[in-house]
């Protein structure tokens, strides 16, 4: 499966941005759709997930309140809104598709990452 992610930008602190992942086929029931970040110098860490089923969601603490994840079943695609956006969200994005809610070493495709910066 490929994918392709988008949505990232320069944005102030406080503004919002959506950051979109499209597959390139269908995705299976038992996956989970997430989305990682990464600064220089850093391991890839767990931002948000969700299972194909649209109902369970997972987030790390930091992003809870603020981001929103989500998926549009028969387009392939998931999203993540995150709003109040600060200065240490900045990182590069990727989106992922694998197996454990959590764990970015369960997942098996990447997306090639989007840019996102917040200047404060």
């Known amino acids: 499966v490929q994918l392709q992610a988008s949505g990232g930008g320069l944005v102030q602190a406080g503004d919002s941005l959506r950051l979109s992942c499209a597959a390139s086929?269908?995705?299976?029931?038992?996956?989970?759709m997430a989305w990682f970040r990464q600064v220089p110098g850093k391991g890839r860490e767990f931002v948000a997930s969700i299972r194909r089923d649209g109902v369970r969601k997972y987030y790390t603490d930091s992003v809870k309140g603020r981001f929103t994840i989500s998926a549009d079943d028969p387009k392939n695609t998931w999203y993540l809104q995150m709003n109040n956006l600060t200065p240490d969200d900045t990182a590069v994005y990727y989106c992922?598709?694998?197996?454990?809610?959590?764990?970015?070493?369960?997942?098996?495709?990447w997306g090639q990452g989007t840019q996102v910066t917040v200047s404060s």
């Open positions: 992922g598709l694998g197996t454990d809610p959590y764990s970015s070493g369960s997942v098996h495709s």
């Open positions: 086929q269908r995705i299976f029931s038992s996956a989970v």
